[in-house]
């Protein structure tokens, strides 16, 4: 969020400082270091066909998307078993779901996807709302699995909304004439885009300090913004745009009303664990395993390799495992030592033949805000682009209204913000 941002403001002339506090750059694009000399993303990211916003930025900044794109399955492992459900014969001959439950299933996807009105289904509970579409053993089967992987405890919370828009957009992703489910990835990986792009702003003005976490934001009678950090200062801008979660902009600035602190306290986020696992051999033929199995300590199995062209793995096989849980949840305290040992575990029983002479390489990765909560009448809750603070914008992934997190809608919000701040007086 924070580089696309500066991007848009270094075309437009503006000089910028990003002040990043790890030290690398990327936020939750950011890639690990997965074989000796190959990095890539820390947690999976694929792009859409209907990414429009996205690929006009990787135009932009000189990178393509990878040269083909491929063809997905998605499959599901119900009562002990793997499933396929990637095309209509599949869909057909899915066993844990009636004849009359496919039909249902059909019809209210094809009907989600043709509803405009998200605002009046952000007033409804999503369970409420699935069932009344898609009827009780739809739910059970598919639906509530799909949620509890994608939103954990909190899916409960959410409003119809959010569901909604998640059908909307993969719908899209199946091409026009076969129906297949196309999806691609950056070429290298955002670790590849992330150079670039830091690449481009270095040589355009843009100064890029790392390490540098703020301590507090103070607002100073002359109308500068008063920034103090670890790694010298203090910084004296005109304007800040902040593009880290509500929690820290609330404990960056003292100065800010009640009723504004409330509001950013108001939104609540799921914080996400991952394994990332690269192996000898292949699991599944699905980008996406969705898990409709109860017992299982992560939400889905995405095999990345499914994606990623082959030769960057060198024939080995890129698994994410994650965990999506609520803020507090004393599960994310636990060890990367007792993680990795629960989740293989259960990878195992789900494949009985993996042995631990498959493993290439392991890591896991963690961050505390991730998703935010998209619960009933959320976009109420929304703060504005401009806050009542003078000078002092905000640009989160708060405001990502009806989708789940992606890079897509960063763009748009990147783009969106840049306009308002520069058109403002």
Known sequence: MGLATAYYLNKK????TILE???????????????????????????????????????????????NWRETKTGFYTDGKLHSMSNTTEFLKFEPLSLVDKLRLGIGI?????????????????KTWLIRVFGHRNYEKMWEPLLRSKLGSAKDHASAALIWAIIKRYYGTRHTSSKKELLGCVR????????????YLSRNGTRIITNCHAESVQFQ???????????????????????????TIVQLIREMSTEFRSKLEAINYLSIICVTLVLKRNLTPFYVTNLT?????????????????????????????????????PYY???????????????????????????????????????????????DKVSSIKTPLKNFYMVNTTMILNSTLNNNEVIKLARKTVDLVTNDD
């Open 188 to 199: 290298g990986g955002y670790h590849s885009l992330l150079n670039q792009l830091c690449d």
């Open 333 to 379: 305290d636990k060890t990367d030592e007792e993680i990795f040992e629960i989740f293989f575990k259960a990878l195992k029983h789900m494949f009985p033949d993996l042995l631990d002479k498959d493993i290439v390489s392991q890591s896991v990765n963690r961050e505390p805000y991730v998703q935010p909560i998209q619960d009933i009448c959320y976009s």
């Open 13 to 16: 002339g503006i000089q910028v």
């Open 110 to 126: 094809l009907y989600s996807s043709k509803i405009t009105n998200w605002r009046r289904l952000e007033k409804i509970y999503v």
């Open 21 to 67: 506090k790890e030290k690398e750059i990327g936020g939750l694009s950011r890639s690990v270091e997965i074989l000796p000399g190959v990095r890539w993303d820390r947690f999976y990211h694929v792009i859409l066909s209907t990414d429009y916003e996205l690929l006009e930025f990787l135009e932009e900044v000189g990178l393509a998307i990878d040269a």
């Open 293 to 329: 199995d109860d017992g299982f300590p992560f939400t889905g199995l995405i095999e990345a390799s499914n994606v990623i062209p082959k030769e960057i793995l060198g024939g080995n096989t890129l698994i994410y495992l994650p965990k999506y849980l609520p803020l507090g949840d």
């Open 221 to 247: 009678n002359s109308s500068r913004i008063r920034v103090q950090s670890r790694c010298g200062g203090p910084f004296k801008f005109d304007r800040v745009i902040a593009t880290v979660p509500n929690q």
